[in-house]
């Protein structure tokens, strides 16, 4: 049974706003803790363990957790909201999400997003190649999708690798320098 894309939609509105809160918990924590009901501890605790849970839970919403299936035009995946379908005779945009994880190892999703507003994180090697056939097979005239430059290069359509190193290292300082604030402003409302 397919999802619809209105179902689909709530349910990763959601959790996304349940992966906002974890992100917020420790500016609410420590609200709480300047009426004195616990320590300002509570709330350095919390920045450092919900708040990263919450990006990371952001960054893991979209993406497809098994190789999808192909229906036609349509790509089926199930992701941690549930089950999601893409058109990819629809695509209105794509873009490349840029993370990193344990050993600072950088991981890439494609984001498509089509319009019935159903997003979908695409990693697998055979979900890339259907995206990028999706792509090239657009008709010449009508609305063009946006799609970012570092999907192009990412999807082998443009031609410009350094281009992509460029987006890690932007993405790269992005995260660690906003960490990085984030920490500091809990810790400076903690004191």
């Not at 363990?49 to 229906?71: F, I």
């Not at 344990?102 to 319009?115: I, T």
């Not at 999807?155 to 320098?177: D, M």
């Amino acid at each position: 049974m397919r999802t619809t894309p209105a179902a689909a939609r709530r349910r990763a509105r959601r959790w996304t706003a349940f992966a906002g809160a974890l992100v917020a918990s420790p500016f609410a924590a420590l609200a709480v803790a300047a009426a004195g009901l616990f320590p300002a501890e509570v709330a350095i605790a919390s920045a450092l363990t919900a708040g990263p849970a919450g990006l990371l839970l952001l960054t893991a919403l979209n993406t497809e957790k098994q190789r999808p299936r192909r229906s036609g035009d349509l790509m089926i995946a199930r992701t941690l909201t549930g089950e999601r379908t893409v058109d990819l005779s629809q695509i209105e945009r794509v873009r490349l999400l840029t993370y990193f994880s344990y050993g600072g190892v950088s991981e890439r999703v494609l984001l498509v997003r089509d319009a019935h507003g159903t997003s979908l994180g695409l990693t697998e090697p055979a979900s890339r190649r259907a995206l990028r056939r999706a792509l090239e097979n657009l008709p010449r005239h009508g609305p063009r999708p946006r799609v970012s430059k570092a999907a192009l290069v990412h999807l082998g359509i443009l031609p410009t690798p350094g281009r992509l190193a460029l987006h890690t290292v932007t993405v790269w300082l992005a995260t660690v320098l906003g960490l990085c604030g984030y920490l500091c402003v809990v810790l400076k409302l903690a004191t």
